[in-house]
């Protein structure tokens, strides 16, 4: 984790918090004290009279992304913002109020800011592009100003550069959803516009992320296929970003100190084609986080779960609860990234911490519960002061407890209706399965309720064995697949791109003797910890004494939950992407495969006059390049088209680095970014404390992965 004020997400919220504050600087007061929840400041710019000044935030899907990721709703009215609203919603006039907007620069949005003004809903208007407006909208958005005499009502318009979204402090990505980058990428019926258009917005959300973060990386990437064109195009607009701009971006006296010129004191950006391992978008993860994103599929640190209105009358429905997963809350960040029976112990540990320091007020106050604290006047004053001190904290404990108890039970729920914990065990030992073994699986219709689970298992495993698949066994998995309720029409892609992910997999175990699940899995349900069947009866008292709020079906039916879900801990596993990034970042204890893997990747400096190269070829080129390779194209290879940038000397493969961003193109999971930190975790261990942050064009799932992604592709196959 990086130090407080220096990750993506403390850099982007301090940029939201000028925006809010109508691009005022902040004082260095304002930026170290922090708000109750780490992320505002104090409160709002004041006028001339002291007086705050009230505003309204109008914003576009991705500015409301943007700012709905890492700002609540108190965060807004502590800057000031009274509301907040969609562009395209009926919005009604507030005269005279000041009106934010953040929002992306394209001709729809500058029109509707023309109806606006034109309308006179709001004065001033504060304009906040999330990245820099090209010279034509910005012609025509002034020849609409000066048509409809609305440019006094303009107070302000601003280039920033903030369209990408951050989930977690190291964790990002481009919202790039609609545009389905890794079909568009691959596919051969996307046009050349089309691509072009998908390249320049992955470019535009990577050089904001780099502006962000204060500092020009050295950039890496493999030749071919569409990671090196980014990387080209990104060098080139970073360098004349430098050469054409007096005042650059990364000139001010508050980034001199992080923009060194040695390359070795600099962050590197790695980006890699999403086809150099497409296993971790489709593996089923036992860690918090991932089973979170998988299960219920978080979006944008929101989740919704579906409960029963009344457990004993199923026919009254169900209801939707939504939980943002914040900064503030101290459960998620602490176990995130622990494997899930680590997790239900931790509950467990809290819930009796809660207890103990509930029961420790009212002992002292004498009063029967933290309930009849608040209206009991015969306390002595002291221990009424002190309790009346602690009650916020205690109350705001048990409200993220009472979230993630209501997670966990949603969790518990899909975990044994679909057996997830079998599929994870199985694809820990994906390569030991034979091809009777996993027909079996895929026969059986006892392993969970939902057969997607059945074809991820099979296309990990396709990818991964080394074992060779006959066209006759390719039918038997293809029928087998579709008998079980699967749409099998990705299967035709997946049998394509296998000879890609193949060259450039490189998964490995570091400690052998974890690499197979303890005895405790093996033995059908006894637990890790040699006490986790008891756990049921311990929440249950638990909830009963605390009062935390649960749906009664947890307490009444946990163990029956628990009781059938083997528990074990993950290998201790790196992925293929972790591999990359430690043989660029740390060559010296790096594998020799890993390196060898990373030996010709290009080599991009966009402030050194050398390592630079020919302009990006245009999209055709790439396709003519790459057409003799399999989809995604083969990094390491380019199929004889020489791409822009130049290959590392030596002393640039082997100089290291402590600061890295990882790019995927074409979609990231959230299982990759969990392998990434645990990784840093372990490698910083006695050594300088190394960052890594993870990004992507878009975060999903696998089950967005698969049905957005590879089918569409899957049917496109002759």
């Known amino acids: 984790?990086?130090?407080?004020?220096?990750?993506?997400?403390?850099?982007?919220?301090?940029?939201?918090?000028?925006?809010?504050?109508?691009?005022?600087?902040?004082?260095?007061?304002d930026e170290d004290d922090a708000h109750a929840n780490g992320l505002a400041p104090a409160g709002p710019i004041l006028t001339a009279d002291g007086e705050p000044i009230w505003k309204v935030l109008v914003f576009d899907d991705l500015g409301r992304d943007v700012i709905s990721s890492v700002l609540q709703v108190r965060d807004l009215r502590s800057m000031g913002v009274t509301m907040h609203m969609h562009l395209s919603a009926s919005r009604h006039p507030i005269?005279?109020?000041?009106?934010?907007y953040l929002l992306e620069p394209n001709a729809k949005n500058l029109q509707s800011i023309t109806s606006d003004l034109q309308k006179g809903l709001y004065s001033p208007a504060y304009i906040n592009f999330l990245s820099s407006i090209p010279r034509p909208l910005l012609e025509d958005f002034a020849a609409q100003t000066a048509s409809t005499d609305t440019s006094e009502y303009i107070a302000q318009l601003y280039d920033n550069y903030l369209n990408f979204i951050v989930g977690e402090p190291d964790l990002f990505s481009l919202g790039m959803q609609k545009e389905h980058t890794y079909w568009a990428l691959n596919s051969a019926k996307t046009n050349d516009e089309e691509l072009d258009h998908v390249v320049d917005r992955i470019v535009s959300g990577l050089f904001s992320v780099v502006v962000t973060m204060g500092v020009i990386p050295v950039i890496r990437c493999p030749k071919g296929a569409a990671a090196d064109m980014i990387a080209g195009k990104l060098d080139r607009k970073?360098?004349?970003?430098?050469?054409?701009?007096?005042?650059?971006?990364?000139?001010?006296?508050a980034r001199s100190a992080s923009s060194a010129t040695t390359a070795a004191s600099r962050p590197v950006l790695v980006i890699l084609d999403r086809n150099v391992d497409l296993n971790p978008m489709l593996s089923h993860s036992w860690t918090y986080q991932s089973l979170v994103h998988d299960v219920l599929n978080m979006k944008l640190n929101r989740i919704t779960i579906e409960t029963p209105i009344d457990e004993e009358n199923p026919a009254k429905g169900t209801t939707k609860k939504a939980y943002d997963l914040t900064a503030t809350d101290f459960f998620w960040e602490k176990n995130a990234a622990v494997p899930f029976p680590q997790v239900a112990e931790d509950i467990d540990a809290e819930l009796t911490r809660y207890k103990e320091d509930a029961a420790d007020i009212t002992k002292k106050t004498g009063a029967s519960s933290l309930e009849d604290l608040q209206n009991d006047t015969s306390a002595s004053a002291t221990h009424l002061k002190a309790a009346i001190t602690l009650l916020p904290e205690l109350r705001e404990r048990k409200a993220v407890l009472d979230?993630?108890?209501?997670?966990?039970?949603?969790?518990?729920?899909?975990?044994?209706?679909?057996?997830?914990d079998n599929y994870f065990q199985l694809e820990e030992n994906v390569m030991k399965q034979k091809k009777a073994e996993v027909l079996e699986i895929i026969k059986d219709d006892t392993k969970g309720n939902d057969p997607l689970d059945k074809l991820r298992l099979f296309i990990i495993w396709f990818l991964s064995t080394?074992?060779?698949?006959?066209?006759?066994?390719?039918?038997?998995?293809?029928?087998?697949?579709?008998?079980?309720g699967v749409d099998t029409s990705c299967l035709a892609y997946v049998r394509q791109v296998r000879a890609t992910t193949k060259m450039t997999q490189l998964t490995t175990i570091n400690n052998p003797s974890?690499?197979?699940?303890?005895?405790a899995s093996g033995g059908g349900g006894a637990d890790l910890f040699g006490r986790f069947s008891s756990l049921s009866s311990r929440l249950t008292d638990r909830l009963k004494d605390t009062g935390v709020g649960v749906p009664t079906n947890l307490a009444s039916n946990i163990d029956t939950l628990i009781g059938g879900i083997k528990n074990f801990l993950p290998a201790d596993?790196?992925?293929?992407?972790?591999?990359?990034?430690?043989?660029?970042?740390?060559?010296q204890a790096a594998s020799t495969s890993a390196i060898a893997k990373t030996e010709n990747y290009l080599y991009f400096d966009?402030?050194?006059?050398n390592a630079r190269g020919t302009a990006p070829p245009p999209p055709s080129a790439v396709r003519a390049g790459a057409a003799s390779q399999t989809p995604g194209g083969l990094p390491g290879g380019g199929g004889g088209l020489q791409g822009p940038g130049m290959g590392a000397s030596f002393g640039q493969r082997r100089q290291g680095f402590t600061d890295a961003v990882v790019f995927t193109v074409g979609g990231g999971s959230m299982d990759e970014y969990g392998n990434l930190q645990e990784w840093v975790k372990r490698s910083s261990e006695g050594r300088a404390r190394k960052r890594v942050v993870y990004g992507s064009t878009e975060l999903l799932n696998a089950r967005e992965f698969i049905q957005d992604e590879l089918e569409r592709l899957g049917r496109e196959v002759p």
């Open 238 to 253: 970073l360098r004349d970003h430098i050469l054409n701009s007096k005042d650059n971006l990364f000139s001010s006296n």
């Open 573 to 587: 596993r790196d992925f293929t992407i972790t591999k990359i990034v430690e043989s660029i970042m740390d060559p």
């Open 95 to 100: 005269p005279d109020v000041p009106v934010i």
């Open 466 to 484: 080394e074992q060779e698949v006959s066209r006759a066994d390719w039918t038997q998995f293809e029928e087998a697949l579709a008998a079980a």
């Open 606 to 609: 966009p402030r050194s006059p």
């Open 514 to 519: 974890s690499s197979t699940p303890s005895a």
């Open 403 to 420: 979230v993630h108890m209501n997670i966990l039970a949603a969790l518990l729920t899909g975990i044994k209706n679909r057996q997830l």
């Open 1 to 29: 984790m990086a130090a407080k004020g220096h990750s993506l997400r403390d850099r982007q919220i301090a940029s939201l918090k000028k925006i809010l504050n109508l691009n005022e600087t902040l004082d260095q007061k």
